[in-house]
Nanobody, 124 residues
Framework: QVQLVESGGGLVQAGDSLRLSCAASVRTFGFYAMGWFRQAPGKEREIVASLTRSESVTYYAASVKGRFTISRDNAKNMMALQMTSLKPEDTAVYYC?????????????????WGQGTQVTVSS
């Protein structure tokens, strides 16, 4: 069982930066592929970024590429999402997720474990 806890969300202005963190309570954190997803009101949950357990493959949604950076520290069981140049359309609940050996790292349905989410609100 993997437990994930996100932190770092908040209310910021357009153009600001924010860093989200995800702490995992599992000894084999390094075995899991990780991802950040988000869900805005009335919309489906969507992929923001994902990376393999060895960080050999990373994926960014087109809407965040160049502005967001995903990273992980396997020694600390942590994952982060550095968000810069935030826009009002980035407003959503952001979720940390983990899975083992997915076929498609972008597919929300491939992820087995989820955090409770953290709210990010970007005002214009």
């Amino acid at each position: 069982q993997v437990q994930l806890v996100e932190s770092g969300g908040g209310l910021v202005q357009a153009g600001d930066s924010l860093r989200l963190s995800c702490a995992a309570s599992v000894r084999t954190f390094g075995f899991y592929a990780m991802g950040w997803f988000r869900q805005a009101p009335g919309k489906e949950r969507e992929i923001v970024a994902s990376l393999t357990r060895s960080e050999s493959v990373t994926y960014y949604a087109a809407s965040v590429k160049g502005r967001f950076t995903i990273s992980r520290d396997n020694a600390k069981n942590m994952m982060a999402l550095q968000m810069t140049s935030l826009k009002p359309e980035d407003t959503a609940v952001y979720y940390c997720a983990a899975t083992f050996a997915p076929i498609d790292y972008r597919n929300v349905h491939e992820y087995m474990y989820w955090g409770q989410g953290t709210q990010v609100t970007v005002s214009s």
